[in-house]
């Protein structure tokens, strides 16, 4: 699969991704570190990647501001639940696929994940 992802997640994280053969490219890399959360979603959008933060105001911006969104994985993940989360975002990866995860906004935290159907585009 393909992923954006944004300044906030850990190196760990991206680091994974790429061991477990995704390809990642961070907003860093692409110029984005102090873009608004509107370009990053249009960036990963544009580029079909799905977008992976660790910043919670995605959530509003996707299903209230109704800003257009491709796939969005939001983790709920802090130092002390860092390899749960790791082991439940594996899981998420490999019991849906990119066409799927290109729809949604899914959440992910220690033990489980959700997944909600992105709004259709305005």
Known sequence: MRF??????WKSTVDLLQLWGHDVI???ETGLAKASDEEILNKAGSGNRIFI??????GSLVFLSKIPAKG??????EPQTQQQ?????KRLLGVHGEDELMESFCT?????HRIRRLP???
């Not at 989360?85 to 975002?89: F, G, I, M, S, T």
């Not at 992910?108 to 489980?112: L, N, P, S, T, Y």
């Open 72 to 77: 969005v994985i939001f983790l709920r993940i």
């Open 4 to 9: 954006l992802a944004d300044q906030d997640v």
């Open 108 to 112: 992910v935290e220690a033990g489980r």
């Open 120 to 122: 259709p585009p305005k």
């Open 53 to 58: 933060t660790r910043d919670s105001d995605f």
């Open 26 to 28: 961070t907003a860093g």
């Open 85 to 89: 989360v790791h082991a439940e975002l």
